[in-house]
T-cell receptor
Framework: NAGVTQTPKFRILKIGQSMTLQCAQD?????MYWYRQDPGMGLKLIYY???????DKGEVPNGYNVSRSTTEDFPLRLELAAPSQTSVYFC?????????????FGDGTRLSIL | KNEVEQSPQNLTAQEGEFITINCSYS?????LHWLQQHPGGGIVSLFM???GKKKHGRLIATINIQEKHSSLHITASHPRDSAVYIC????????????FGSGTQLTVLP
């Protein structure tokens, strides 16, 4: 079982460029999340989705967009990359909102904006 | 908004020592998670609990709802336990979002 797969693992962008971080899960989970992790800080929620066609903003959504056309995929789009978006990005999924549902994380994408 | 504080931020121990990592939060929760982030960056869920105590191998997690506090204990620590341990809470009334602590970097020396 692959679980949650993120691509790419590393990327360097120039200021103003755009890119899409890919996330796919093969566990048929309805809930998917995008987080960013900055040095010395806790993970912060960017966007989340409760099912195909439904997305909602998290704590830090500015500068990002998402879509959820299928249950499996939840890509994160950066438009006009800025140095403040340099971070490690994690995608996660879970089967529901029950108290005991764990979130399964991908291995992360390390993104640098120069 | 829930605030999650972990202590200590960094912890170095000798192999075999008993380790305790603490997590405090500011408002009521429906569940608390302990996660482990490996040196390579991957994150795995260790425990989810809303009351009492859970044990898995050498790891024990406890929570005191009244005091808004949880602890993660590692018995007979081993160098392979070296990782960042993260506490995250799901606030009551917030069905979907977790609030994360900044993590505790644990290093176990042989």
């Amino acid at each position: 079982n692959a679980g949650v797969t993120q691509t790419p693992k590393f990327r360097i962008l120039k200021i103003g460029q755009s890119m899409t971080l890919q996330c796919a899960q093969d566990m048929n989970h309805n809930y998917m999340y995008w987080y960013r992790q900055d040095p010395g800080m806790g993970l912060k929620l960017i966007y989340y989705s409760v099912g195909a066609g439904i997305t909602d903003k998290g704590e830090v959504p500015n500068g990002y967009n998402v879509s959820r056309s299928t249950t499996e995929d939840f890509p994160l789009r950066l438009e006009l990359a800025a140095p403040s978006q340099t971070s490690v990005y994690f995608c996660a999924s879970s089967s529901g909102t029950g108290r005991y549902q764990p979130q399964h994380f991908g291995d992360g994408t390390r993104l640098s904006i120069l | 908004k829930n605030e999650v504080e972990q202590s200590p931020q960094n912890l170095t121990a000798q192999e075999g020592e008993f380790i305790t990592i603490n997590c405090s939060y500011s408002v009521g929760i429906s569940a608390l998670h302990w996660l482990q982030q490996h040196p390579g960056g991957g994150i795995v869920s260790l425990f989810m609990l809303s009351s009492g105590k859970k044990k898995h191998g050498r790891l024990i997690a406890t929570i005191n709802i009244q005091e808004k506090h949880s602890s993660l204990h590692i018995t007979a620590s081993h160098p392979r336990d070296s990782a960042v341990y993260i506490c995250a809470v799901r606030s009551s009334g917030s069905a979907r979002q977790l609030t994360f602590g900044s993590g505790t970097q644990l290093t176990v020396l042989p």
